[in-house]
């Protein structure tokens, strides 16, 4: 798959089947995030892959997968995620100024799984207190983001809008519907 399809055929997944993903992929994964940009080349990121059963199902706890969502369309048991990247940020190198890094790590992260044939959701709503209880980070490391994984079990579409409602949702048949503002919209050339 090359990069361009990628990037087109990635959506946020919030529905998977319940089979691991093989922890070699989830490493390759974080290899392929700390190769990323780092501002001032500092790489004050680190990461925890998390895919053993019980421990999965605790970090579901942590986590808010699908804001806009009813809570009779978010994911039941059976559709959890198979597995999670927590990416830290050791605030003892950086404190301020490294959402780009987790950013473009994040996104590192979600091409490889497409690649893949995996799913993935990028979660900013967590529980960061806990997680750091839970997977024992140190204080001197903050929780910033997490990457759900798996076999994806949901279609994901994307709508283009004219203004309007931006919300994704579900439709009947359980595809789920992302709204996102067309190019004309949001595309200038040369000025505003």
């Known amino acids: 798959m090359n990069v361009t399809d990628a990037i087109r055929e990635r959506r946020t997944i919030r529905r998977f089947e319940r089979k691991p993903v093989d922890r070699d992929v989830l490493v390759a994964m974080v290899d392929l995030a700390r190769l ?3 501002a001032a080349n500092l790489q004050p990121l680190e990461y925890i892959v998390v895919d053993e059963g019980g421990l999965v199902d605790e970090c579901f706890s ?9 809570d009779d369309e978010k994911p039941v048991f059976d559709e959890r995620p198979a597995a999670y990247i927590v990416i830290l940020v050791n ?6 100024g490294y959402q780009w890094d987790v950013g473009a790590a994040g996104q590192s992260i979600m091409l490889e799984a497409i690649a893949r044939g995996l799913g993935s959701c990028f979660v900013a709503n967590v529980d960061r207190e806990g997680m750091a209880k839970l997977l024992s980070i140190p204080k001197a ?44 919209d949001i595309l200038h050339i040369n000025r505003f």
């Open 36 to 38: 990323g940009p780092a």
């Open 62 to 70: 942590l986590i808010r997968l699908g804001a806009y969502l009813a």
């Open 91 to 96: 605030t003892e190198i950086m404190k301020n």
């Open 141 to 184: 490391y903050a929780v910033d983001a997490v990457i759900a994984l798996g076999h994806p079990a949901e279609k994901a579409v994307v709508v283009d809008v004219s203004g309007g409602d931006i919300r994704y949702y579900r439709e009947p048949d359980g595809t789920h519907t992302v709204p996102k503002r067309k190019r004309e």
